[in-house]
């Protein structure tokens, strides 16, 4: 159990072009989903936190209308790099977190990387 | 401020004990977790410790001491697939999860 997708898993795009990356949660339901960037030998960057139903919270210097979150439901959350550049380049991962039995488990996507050229 | 420090590169050997140690300064705290990260993958769980003392799963274990704001995860007979980052975070009180730069192993035959 506790299996979470990201779609694409990889993506190459124009420099000026947007970008929309999906993270479900396929067998529970996630009140809360966290983006990640990480660029190469970095650790994790949260970017934002995404509640189903209300506006995602940035971390600071996260530009939100840059990167726009959408949590419409219990298992979708999207993530749109808008006006891509090259230095929007990186590996951009969700994590679900589960609320069962109190625990908040994190549950990580497979990421996807984002190629501007 | 909120802080998670370990260090950046480890060689061990194979069959060896490796320890990576982390330290941590969070706004309140609701656990400490250890993710194995494959270069170019997404993190997997390892462990996740909120009360002290070690946590044994298989051939790695976790320790977690409150008070001193210290962990550890500790590798027992490594195998070359180890080779990996091996990230510690903390979830602070706003469960919000800070994590380390990682720690990057080195799994030498």
């Known amino acids: 159990g506790a299996v979470v997708s990201q779609h694409p898993s990889w993506v190459i795009c124009k420099s000026g072009t947007s970008v929309k990356i999906e993270c479900r949660s396929l067998?529970?339901?996630?009140?809360?989903m966290f983006w990640y960037r990480q660029f190469p030998k970095q650790s994790l960057m949260l970017m934002a936190t995404?509640?189903?139903?209300?506006?995602?919270?940035?971390e600071q210097g996260v530009e939100k209308d840059k990167f726009l979150i959408n949590h419409a439901s219990l298992t979708l959350s999207t993530l749109t790099v808008t006006s891509a550049h090259p230095e929007d380049s990186s590996f951009y991962i969700c994590?679900?977190?589960?609320?069962?039995?109190?625990?908040?488990?994190?549950?990580f996507g497979p990421g996807t990387r984002l190629t501007v050229t | 401020g909120q802080n998670i420090d370990q260090p950046t590169e480890m060689t061990a050997t194979e069959g060896a004990i490796v320890q990576i140690n982390c330290t941590y300064q969070?706004?309140?705290?609701?656990?400490l977790f250890w993710y194995q990260q494959h270069a170019g993958e997404a993190p997997t769980f390892l462990s996740y410790?909120?009360?002290?003392g070690l946590e044994e799963k298989g051939r790695f274990s976790s320790f977690l001491s409150r008070s001193k704001g210290y962990s550890y995860l500790l590798l027992k007979e490594l195998q070359m697939k180890d080779s990996a980052s091996y990230l510690c975070?903390?979830?602070?009180?706003?469960?919000?999860?800070?994590f380390g730069a990682g720690t990057r192993l080195f799994v030498k035959a």
């Open positions: 994590s679900a977190q589960s609320e069962a039995g109190g625990s908040y488990e994190q549950y």
């Open positions: 067998d529970f339901q996630a009140t809360t």
């Open positions: 995404s509640n189903e139903g209300s506006k995602a919270t940035y």
């Open positions: 969070t706004s309140g705290f609701n656990g």
């Open positions: 410790n909120v009360l002290d």
């Open positions: 975070a903390a979830r602070n009180g706003g469960f919000k999860t800070i």
